[in-house]
């Protein structure tokens, strides 16, 4: 079955950085859009950040434009999140995503998420 794992999240302080791994099985990774979002408490969840099948297109959040950097390995099964100058508005669980086709629905499938908290 399909599954994500998120990795790398922690406390860092302001201006920090943390990288974020989120390993995928049960799918045709290489073939898949995948995405990063986050859920600060009391907020409703927000997409960070959207990646390609192939690597060659990303898009941000107006929030983290310039700071944080999608990428992933088709070979590992893996998308990154590097997150850099850290903010305490960037604390929050973050959650790999992907979005499928199945039996002609497409779905919506998600890790647990991983607790990233910026504080000094």
């Known amino acids: 079955q399909v599954q994500l794992v998120e990795s790398g999240g922690g406390l860092v302080q302001p201006g920090g950085s943390l990288r974020l791994s989120c390993a995928a099985s049960g799918f045709t990774f290489s073939t898949s859009i995948m995405n990063w979002h986050r859920q600060a408490p009391g907020k409703s969840r927000e997409l960070v950040a959207t990646?390609?099948?192939?690597?060659?297109?990303?898009n941000y959040a107006v929030s983290v434009k310039g700071r944080f950097t999608i990428s992933r390995d088709n070979a590992q099964n893996t998308v990154y999140l590097q997150m850099n100058n850290l903010k305490p508005e960037d604390t929050a669980v973050y959650y790999c995503?992907?979005?499928?086709?199945?039996?002609?629905?497409?779905?919506?499938?998600w890790g647990q998420g991983t607790q990233v908290t910026v504080s000094s």
């Open positions: 990646i390609g099948s192939a690597g060659l297109s990303t």
């Open positions: 995503n992907t979005r499928l086709r199945r039996v002609g629905l497409w779905s919506d499938y």
